[in-house]
Nanobody, 125 residues
């Protein structure tokens, strides 16, 4: 089970940190992805942090503003979001993907096996 939290109502330029607490699974067995779905738009990949090296990947729209991290001992993943913009308004989801025997696009949501329920981030002027 994945429980995402930390969303809220903020102004442009503000920061938030989302958390994703994992239970029933060992987080260190998975790569973690963060996705978002904005009103009227398709779900998009925001960031990913890999299982082994902790390598991070970001969508161009958030690169330089968002930071993914993980604490395997706490079974928790984080998404630090700085300099938030109104276009960041969305429901944010965390998801887990195990090792795959092939290369895949980290932003492809269908590759992920486990999903949290989402947390709403609203950035308003």
């Amino acid at each position: 089970q994945l429980q995402a939290s930390g969303g809220g109502l903020v102004q442009p330029g503000d920061s938030l940190r989302l958390s994703c607490v994992v239970s029933g699974l060992h987080l260190d067995d998975y790569t973690i992805g963060w996705f978002r779905r904005a009103p009227g738009k398709e779900r998009e990949g925001v960031s990913c942090i890999t299982k082994k090296q902790g390598t991070t990947y970001y969508a161009d729209s958030v690169s330089g503003r968002f930071t993914s991290s993980r604490d395997n001992d706490r079974n928790t993943a984080y998404l630090r979001m700085n300099s938030l913009k109104p276009e960041d308004t969305a429901v944010y989801y965390c998801a887990l993907v195990p090792d795959k025997p092939y290369s895949y696009n980290w932003a492809s949501s269908h590759e992920y096996d486990y999903w949290g329920q989402g947390t709403l981030v609203t950035v308003f002027s």
